[in-house]
């Protein structure tokens, strides 16, 4: 049996509008063929200004969380003042690297709002992309051609939404180990907001 028969699939996607950020990501956890849970979680608060989104292995994404939200909860008592959505991505890019030569199995989409919103995308090994949208996983190829016929900067939070949705179900029709529902996370400054939807 292969190695890539236990890589899971995923389709996360991440957005700017005109008051924040917008990431999302569908609930299946596929490893190959199997289909081990229809309620899984990819997208997690980090602050309450940032968040992340996430394709790979679980336990890998959850480890990341837990690590770098502890770390940001210190320096934000060492500042006294919240943490950038950049510096948090740069945290998140230096324990990726650290591990590089055992990496964390997972692409990251970080998303949060210091007065302009702003995205970034993380590879295994730590690389920081700056972006306007960016989508990651499996179903990305799908997902982000969808996303780049409808993005224009200052989209409506609203608008954002539906072409999130848009975008991720084009990815789960073409790619069996996405599916199940998607849960999304907005952030601006009015706060953040978790929702979620199963289809």
């Known amino acids: 049996m292969s190695f890539e028969s236990f890589m899971p699939g995923a389709t996360v996607v991440g957005l700017t509008y005109k008051d924040g950020v917008l990431l999302c990501g569908e609930k299946r956890i596929a490893y190959g063929t199997y289909i081990v849970s229809r309620s899984g979680k990819k997208v997690f608060k980090i602050t ?16 990341l969380v837990r690590e770098v939200s502890s770390y940001v909860k210190i320096r934000e008592m ?4 919240p943490l950038p959505p950049n510096s948090v991505a740069k945290l998140m890019s ?7 030569y055992f990496p964390y199995l997972t692409q ?16 295994p090994l730590g690389s ?3 972006d306007e949208y960016a989508a990651v996983g499996s179903g990305a190829e799908t997902a982000i051609g969808v996303v780049e016929t409808g993005f224009t900067p200052g989209l409506t939070e609203k608008a954002a939404k539906e072409l999130a949705t848009k975008a991720l179900r084009a990815a789960i029709q073409r790619d069996a180990a996405s599916g199940d529902g998607i849960d999304f996370l907005t952030i601006s400054s009015k706060g953040q907001n978790e929702e979620s939807i199963k289809f």
Request: no cysteine; aromatic share 8%.
């Open 48 to 63: 309450n200004s940032v968040g992340a989104a996430f394709a790979g292995m679980v336990a890998d994404m959850q480890i």
């Open 128 to 130: 920081v992309i700056p």
């Open 108 to 123: 990251v989409v970080i998303g949060g709002v210091n007065g302009t919103p702003s995205i970034y995308v993380l590879d």
């Open 78 to 81: 060492e500042l006294r003042r």
């Open 94 to 100: 230096v324990f990726m690297f650290e591990r590089r």
